[in-house]
């Protein structure tokens, strides 16, 4: 696999060895979603287009059936269906309970000089942040990200649409697609982690998290789960999950068993709390894809509440210069360890942006 490199902070240079990179410098509209609207705990109508124990005795396992609906999250083309493919199930999680289990400490708003994040500050309402485009390069326009992950100098991304859905590496600096696996047609890809040496893919409806192993891309079995599935990010050892709704699920990395669930809130915060799409545990926060919005909510996963909300308008006002109509929404987000930003870009995106989260004054 092609590497980024053993930091990503020199990227600025290297870009400029990049055909196709611009900066900031040289470098809005609602976005063209085309996805379903979903109920409160999935993302079947508003759905998006959008974990592993690789040591349980493998068995036989077929994943439920699609469900055909018009209430489907995102359109898959008219593509017929393939019957689905069997995959080896790692463990089948226990009667899923709602009860949410005692989370670790609550978010601490001190923030340090490395953090990603601005001071979140005293107050309980959501601060508002926005991005500052450090640098963009090029993005596989054809690719429908529905998750992105960067790790050991290699960026991972997950795309969608049922015969289009596929778990990719790319080169983060000219968008080459270094090594593809395509998912069973009947299969809509989604979020996407990396819990150790695996990586672990969502699918849409079909009850499903493949498992990988993140070096060969080989497929090493499934887990199953009741619900959608959007975004999937990890949080210290445990699994944060989404499914367009307004709650965050949180799993065991090793069985994807349910441990609980947390309601999102917002205080002094118009803006929408459900359609929680692609996400990226970032510091001791989660950072949610809000669909078919401009806008990304900055959760505390142990109460729920949303300490901030980053607009991402820059980053589809420029990004609207160079795209085709075919252009969706903003989804996919991956933080950057190394320099303390974020790699962001949209579904069938012409361009992937590093960008760093800075306060905005006052609202608008």
Same mark, same amino acid.
Request: charged share 20%.
């Given at each position: ?39 409160? &705990? ?77 001071? &979140? ?89 493949? &498992? ?153």
């Amino acid at each position: 696999m092609k590497r980024l490199g053993s930091t990503v902070r020199p990227l600025v240079c290297v870009a400029l060895l990049c055909a196709g990179c611009t900066s900031a410098s040289d470098e809005a509209s609602p976005p063209l979603g085309s996805e379903p609207a979903a109920p409160a &705990v999935d993302d079947s109508t508003p759905a998006d287009t959008e974990p592993p124990d690789t040591t349980a005795p493998a068995t036989t396992w077929e994943p439920p059936a699609v469900d055909e609906s018009p209430q489907a999250e995102e359109s898959s083309g008219g593509l017929e269906q393939a019957p689905a493919a069997e995959s080896p199930v790692l463990d089948a999680p226990e009667a899923e309970s709602p009860v949410l289990d005692a989370p670790a400490a609550a978010h601490d708003e001190t923030q340090s000089a490395t953090s990603v994040f601005p001071p &979140v500050g005293v107050g309980t309402d959501v601060a508002r942040w926005t991005v500052e485009i450090i640098e963009s390069f090029p993005h596989d326009p054809e690719a429908f990200t529905q998750g992105l992950e960067i790790a050991g100098g290699t960026m991972y991304e997950s795309t969608g649409l049922r015969g289009r859905s596929s778990l990719r590496t790319v080169d983060a600096l000219t968008g080459e697609v270094t090594a593809r696996v395509d998912l069973a047609e009947n299969l809509f890809g989604e979020g996407l982690t990396i819990v150790g040496d695996t990586l672990v893919q969502l699918t849409w409806t079909s009850g499903t998290a493949l &498992v990988y192993d993140r070096e060969t891309l080989e497929e090493l079995g499934a887990h199953a789960y009741e619900g959608e599935g959007w975004g999937l990010c990890l949080s210290g050892d445990v699994l944060i999950m989404s499914d367009g709704s307004d709650r965050l699920a949180r799993r065991d990395p090793e069985t994807f068993a349910l441990l609980g669930t947390v309601t999102v809130t917002a205080s002094g915060y118009d803006g929408r709390l459900d359609y929680l799409n692609e996400l990226e545990c970032v510091e001791d926060l989660v950072v949610a894809n809000v669909w078919q919005t401009d806008r990304l909510l900055v959760i505390d996963p142990a109460t729920g509440r949303a300490v901030a909300s980053i607009d991402a308008q820059p980053l589809v006002d420029d990004v609207s210069l160079s795209a085709s109509s075919d252009m969706d929404v903003l989804n996919g987000v991956a933080l950057d360890s190394d320099s303390a930003t974020l790699w962001m870009t949209g579904k069938l995106w012409p361009r992937l942006y590093r960008v760093r989260i800075v306060e905005v004054p006052q609202w608008d």
